[in-house]
């Protein structure tokens, strides 16, 4: 999927990825989502990160080599499930409050929305 994704792209297209959170029951409870989607997982499909995977002799498998494309994962952002949502909005809880929740229970973020941008060269 990736490397058609890349395939009709042009450079500097912006890919919007929005997924179930997978510790919600959004993502647990429906059999089709066979994948976690992580944003973290974006760095294996961008050739930088890859050479520097290769560099360092990583065990992570460089995607962006294998496959021929270049993605940089450009932003990656949660939505809240309530009341954590209204807790973020009003201050009571930090970015760093909901970074641990969201490790920590399920339930907590409902979706992650990721913006890819492909990078080729002419």
Do not use: W
Not at 19 to 28: A, C, K, M, T
Not at 51 to 67: C, M, Q, V, W
Not at 78 to 83: A, K, R, Y
Not at 91 to 105: F, G, H, P, T, Y
């Amino acid at each position: 999927m990736m490397k058609e994704l890349y395939r009709v792209c042009k450079d500097q297209a912006r890919i919007e990825i929005n997924v179930p959170h997978p510790r919600h029951d959004h993502f647990i409870d429906d059999p089709t989502h066979v994948r976690v989607i992580t944003f973290g997982m974006f760095g294996l499909f961008d050739r930088k990160s890859n050479d520097e995977i290769k560099r360092r002799g990583s065990s992570n498998t460089p995607f962006a080599h294998y496959l021929g494309v270049d993605f940089v994962a450009e932003s990656n952002m949660v939505v809240l499930d309530e009341p954590y949502a209204t807790q973020y909005a009003n201050k009571q809880l930090s970015d760093a409050d909901v970074d641990l929740l969201c490790r920590e229970r399920n339930n907590i973020a409902r979706e992650i929305r990721i913006v890819l941008v492909a990078r080729k060269t002419s």
